[in-house]
């Protein structure tokens, strides 16, 4: 089946290095690996919580050095996602951790941004980068990234803030997120992940942000719920993620519908797909097989993702239409 046109609005560019191309990096450096058996590496890919999976996926990334590295990973990802029926994504990716491993700012943008322009060429496919900070560094750090990214405005539309949630509230970053508002930028937070529906209302109240990543504990508070509903604040919600990382019991338990049912402005995304088990389509699949999602419901998460983006409106619009045109057309078959 073709699938929906959407927009994938929570995907860690780090978290698309496939064991293929790790492998293939790794030689292409002159980088150690535990192991480069394929197998091997898949089988490392069993997660008891976020921390474990963020442990790994940190541990990979010393194999990314150059522009052509950096671009290699961002068209393998957009290649796929154009696959999936992607037209629009944005794309987080992890200015610190590139930077501790001592690779410079102008390296990660370089080879990052080209792969975005020649994907549109290629694919009509649109694309832009949020830098993310990594929680556990802490507010300074996170202050700091800001100033090194702002050099290369011109190559990003946000600013986002990842990793270990549990312990790392949103409120340590009030000022570097007022920073960057002050800045222009468009801001998004990991919230409800792990964490409980406090982060949620913090990500809401005192980091101002336009959209929650994940956000899924939102539904243990009632009023929150409520707040979500009546702003029309998008989450982006990954559910292959939230199995593979225990944050739900399994995908049968998945409050996708649940939020659905509420009137949340949901969408659906793959985070990690490397390590998930999967990309856009391959969540949209798990979905449909295992909470039984229907056309009605896939229409509703297409469009919620194109309303949810920052692209311009008129390509928003566009987009919607070309959803409605795809209904029609598998109603007349
Ligand atoms: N970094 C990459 N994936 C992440 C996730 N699911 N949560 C927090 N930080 C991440
Ligand atoms: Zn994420």
Redesign the pocket.
């Known amino acids: 089946m073709t699938p929906l046109p959407a927009a994938e609005l929570h995907l ?1 560019i780090e ?1 698309t290095l496939e064991p293929e191309l790790l492998v293939a990096l790794a030689a292409r450096n002159g980088v150690a690996l535990a192991t480069t058996d394929l197998a091997e590496l898949r089988a490392r890919y069993r997660f008891a919580d ?1 921390q474990s999976f ?1 442990d790994i ?1 940190y541990a990979s990334l010393p194999v990314l050095r150059t522009d052509q590295d950096f671009y290699d990973l961002a068209a393998a990802y957009l290649e796929r996602a154009a696959a999936a029926g992607v037209r629009r994504a944005e794309i987080f990716f992890d200015p610190q951790t590139h930077l501790g491993y001592g690779v410079p700012l102008a390296t990660v943008f370089a080879g990052l941004s080209g792969a975005l322009a020649d994907a549109r060429a290629r694919h009509g496919l649109s694309a832009d980068l949020i830098v993310c900070f990594l929680r556990n560094l802490g507010a300074e750090a996170a202050d700091e990234t800001l100033t090194a990214a702002l050099p290369f405005r011109d190559q990003f539309i946000g600013v986002g803030l ?2 270990t ?1 549990v312990g790392y509230p949103p409120s340590l970053f009030k000022a570097v997120f007022a920073r960057a508002a002050a800045e222009g930028l468009h801001r998004v937070a ?1 919230a409800g ?1 792990e964490g409980g529906p406090d982060y949620v209302w913090e990500a809401l109240d005192l980091l101002g942000v336009e959209r929650i990543d994940h956000g899924i504990r939102a539904m243990e508070d009632p009023a929150l719920v409520q707040r979500l509903r009546a702003d029309q604040v998008p989450l982006t919600v990954c559910p292959l ?1 939230n199995v593979a ?1 225990r944050a739900v019991n399994s995908m049968a338990e998945h409050p996708l519908p649940a939020m659905l049912e509420a009137g949340l402005r949901v969408t659906l995304n793959s ?2 797909p490397a390590y998930f088990g999967g990309y856009l389509d391959d969540n949209v699949a798990a979905v449909g097989r295992e909470l039984g999602l229907g056309p009605e419901q896939f229409a509703v998460l297409a469009r919620n993702s194109f309303d949810a983006c920052f692209a311009p409106a008129a390509d928003k619009r566009r987009w919607k239409a070309e959803v409605d045109a795809a209904l029609a057309g598998a109603v007349q078959h």
Do not use: N, T
Request: no cysteine; hydrophobic share 20%.
């Open positions: 860690h978290g976020l963020l996926y990842d990793s949630e990991h992940e993620s990382l985070d990690d």
